[in-house]
């Protein structure tokens, strides 16, 4: 039997990892959860958003037959709240007058006690709801056991429209429920959003997030919670799946305050990042159910990382790194790949390519007759790669994971069906000078939770040498490229922030080469869209965030003096 709050309200927290579309292992995960709760004594029960169908579902809320799972699924564990343990608060679609709505169902006593709709229906960015949902009206605030809880739904939160409508309806505390993705610097954002949130309304808040990778998107967790003073509450630690118990004491007219829950310290920016991209990694490759990965491994800084990476999502014996040789690649690289591979304890195999490369270049031989070789050539070693690796995929089932970062993806400098074949890459939005700083980053630091060796995984050399793709005799980078210091600035400054060029070259940097990056970014986005998946960790990832036509003719010619490039492949 239950009975009614008057002074203390405890409340679990359902920090998990679901799984888009596998409706019954995320009710499993909602029943062992609750069943965490109660042996803790909480009253209810809070998920995250559209957890029983995994977040987000994207075009799948389109077909009857999945809406009609989530519902069945949600009828069901509503049976077993007729026990008089703790009632569920949770995320799902639902249908309702011929629409489906971005819901939360109150369960409890064996049934559905209630529903609330998502009222603000988010469509910029990664977020794309307002093709799938129908949008709510303003809601007025749940009643639970003689407690008012208003309980905006991500984005309503996001706005003062609907947590104000919830405050002058009675709420006395805002339960949000969240889907909300990673990116660096994300978290400090949240926390002012919802400090803002707390000071219109007057209210305590609890924020409620997921854990998981869904394709691209990574969330790290990080709930949290804030005193109607702004003070913290509580904090949940970001990038684990918990279960907590927070208890809320109320005296006399005073708001709803936390006398117990967890404090625990979240993670820098560079530790973030790294759990970001194997967090993203290893559940790219679970939920598809790859048994491992395969990547050559050259020598170089990407490959290296990615390869660490890997270790650290799925254990050294589920990584397996190729060394391809050619006649340009130096000794320090053969010796370098090597070294990683041992320090990482994944099978290391080397296949030279000279054999099929020159193959080709023989079969092509009358037709480029009286033509010099140029980068066509080049592309050869690396498509050559890249066909090894898909086959030795197809023949073991491994997924080939893909290295380049978000420097060479931005400009072009990547061969199409060569080193861009994968099926996912965690460095894909990363820039070079980040991929340098945070190899140099787990060679001092062992994050919590991975698979990976501690120690130096990445020798030095790789760190300190100068990048070079060894497709030509003495390449390096720079020879096409200007320094990724320099190409980092520059991108960011037209990426993220979509800066004129006018300004560009106010930061310092010349006319001519902040003209030519842009040309290079430009032509290079019908590689991108070929281009495999790859953890989200920047605000403005390509694919997800900006979506650029790929025949565009403008440029930003403001003082222009020098003309861009062709396109290469």
């Known amino acids: 039997m239950t009975h009614p709050i008057t002074d203390t309200f405890r409340l679990a927290l359902a920090q998990l990892n679901p799984t888009v579309g596998d409706i019954a292992g995320n009710a499993a995960k909602a029943r062992s959860a609750r069943a965490e709760a109660a042996a803790m004594d909480a009253d209810m029960v809070l998920y995250s958003e559209l957890f029983i169908a995994g977040y987000p579902p994207e075009d799948l809320v389109l077909k009857p037959a999945f809406i009609e799972a989530c519902e069945a699924a949600v009828h069901d564990l509503a049976k077993d709240t007729a026990d008089g343990g703790p009632a569920m608060l949770i995320g799902t679609p639902w249908r309702d ?19 609330r709709y998502k009222v603000d229906l988010p469509n910029y960015g990664v977020f794309d709801e307002k093709r799938v949902f129908a949008a709510g009206g303003l809601p007025g605030p749940i009643q639970f056991r003689g407690l008012s809880l208003g309980v905006p739904i991500c984005e309503d939160g996001w706005s003062d429209e609907v947590c104000e409508c919830l405050m002058e309806t009675g709420a006395e ?34 924020y409620l997030n997921q854990i998981c990778g869904q394709d691209e998107l990574i969330f790290e967790g990080a709930s949290f919670g804030l005193h109607a003073d702004r003070s913290l509450a509580f904090q949940m630690p970001d990038f684990e799946e918990s279960v907590v118990l927070t208890v809320w004491k109320k005296d006399s007219d005073a708001p709803w305050r936390c006398v117990e829950g967890p404090m625990e310290p979240l993670l820098d920016r560079a530790a973030s990042d790294w759990n970001a991209c194997v967090l993203g990694l290893r559940d790219y490759v679970e939920k598809n159910g790859f048994p491992g990965v395969v990547l050559g491994l050259s020598g170089g800084i990407d490959s290296a990382v990615c390869a660490a990476m890997a270790v650290d999502a799925l254990g050294p014996d589920r990584v397996h790194c190729i060394m391809m040789p050619y006649r340009y690649t130096s000794s320090e690289s053969l010796g370098d790949a090597a070294a990683c591979a041992e320090a990482l304890g994944v099978r290391y195999d080397i296949v030279p390519i000279a054999e099929p490369v020159e193959g080709f270049s023989e079969a092509l031989g009358p037709l480029f007759s009286g033509r010099d070789p140029d980068v066509t050539e080049e592309n050869i070693q690396s498509r050559t790669r890249g066909t090894l690796l898909m086959a030795v995929s197809n023949k073991f089932g491994s997924m080939v994971v893909t290295t380049g970062n978000k420097s060479e993806v931005s400009v072009g400098y990547a061969t199409l069906y060569g080193d861009m074949n994968g099926g996912f890459n965690p460095v894909k939005d990363l820039y070079k000078t980040e991929v340098f700083k945070l190899a140099a980053w787990r060679n001092e630091f062992l994050p919590k939770g991975v698979l990976g060796p501690a120690g130096e995984v990445i020798p030095k050399n790789i760190i300190t040498k100068v990048p070079t793709a060894e497709l030509r005799e003495n390449q390096t980078d720079q020879d096409s490229l200007p320094p990724y210091e320099v190409l980092d600035d520059i991108l960011q400054c037209l990426v993220e922030n979509e800066m004129p060029v006018n300004d560009i070259v106010a930061r310092g940097h010349d006319r001519d080469l902040v003209h030519r990056v842009e040309h290079l970014l430009y032509i290079a986005e019908y590689k991108r869209r070929q281009a495999a998946p790859g953890v989200k960790v920047t605000r403005k990832h390509f694919g997800r965030d900006r979506r650029y036509p790929i025949t565009n003719r403008f440029r930003d010619r403001n003082g222009a003096t020098a003309k861009g490039p062709k396109a290469t492949s």
Do not use: F
């Open 173 to 206: 505390m805002l339960l949000s429920i969240n889907g909300s993705p990673y990116w660096h610097e994300k978290t400090d954002l949240r926390l002012q959003v919802m400090v803002a949130r707390v000071v219109e309304t007057g209210l305590p808040l609890v």
């Open 97 to 115: 007058e011929g629409g489906v709505y971005n819901a939360v169902c109150l369960l409890d006593e064996g049934r559905v006690v209630t529903t």
